[in-house]
């Protein structure tokens, strides 16, 4: 199975003692990780190539400038659905890329974006898909995940990790931009996508 373009975005606010990031809890009912706290993301739509472009096409084409457009706008869509958040497209630091492992049932191939914010407004959640919302340092979510308090998704708990040892925004944002982008697993056939 082909796995499906998706993109997320972790949303990461500085407080006067700790970085926090936006999780969300997805719907017990839904069939793809329902009843776990994830960052904001989802399913590159159509609308979300840009204009004129074939999404058949460019999956076969595998042009990485328009795979990466089309994902930067899934997540900031799927930001806005979810959360109620409007990001700038600018802000954006690709950090990771996740595979799901062939023999899954749903296979997905995720750009994971890094986006600082300075101000954040009220967050809203859709109360179908996303049931609730917290802002959370990456120690405490790890440690409510270790306690079996919340689930997190792999990926989710292994970006959650990376953040750990920063504690400004702007020590975050320049380590990202320099860093290499993770990706998993490390042969993908999107490896190449950066």
């Not at 700790?18 to 990780?33: G, H, K, P």
């Not at 020590?171 to 950066?194: G, K, Q, T």
């Amino acid at each position: 199975m082909i796995p499906r373009p998706a993109s997320t975005v972790v949303l990461v606010k500085q407080t006067r003692d700790e970085l926090q990031t936006l999780l969300l809890l997805r719907n017990s009912a839904l069939v793809f990780e329902g009843g776990a706290w994830v960052f904001p993301g989802g399913k590159v739509d159509r609308g979300d190539y840009p204009a004129g472009m074939d999404p058949d096409v460019a999956l076969v084409q595998q042009d990485p400038a328009i795979l990466m457009q089309a994902a930067i706008n899934a997540g900031i869509r799927e930001t806005r659905e979810e959360s109620g958040l409007q990001i700038d497209p600018q802000q954006l630091i690709h950090i990771a890329h996740w595979t799901t492992p062939a023999g899954m049932s749903r296979r997905y191939a995720t750009w994971f974006f890094l986006c600082p914010l300075e101000q954040c407004p009220p967050v809203v959640v859709d109360d179908e898909e996303i049931l609730d919302h917290q802002w959370i340092s990456p120690a405490t979510a790890l440690a409510a995940h270790g306690e079996g308090r919340i689930r997190l998704p792999v990926p989710t708990a292994h970006t959650l990790k990376r953040l750990l040892p920063f504690t400004s925004l702007q020590s975050l944002c320049a380590d990202m931009r320099s860093s290499a982008i993770h990706v998993f697993p490390e042969n993908s056939e999107y490896c190449s996508i950066r």
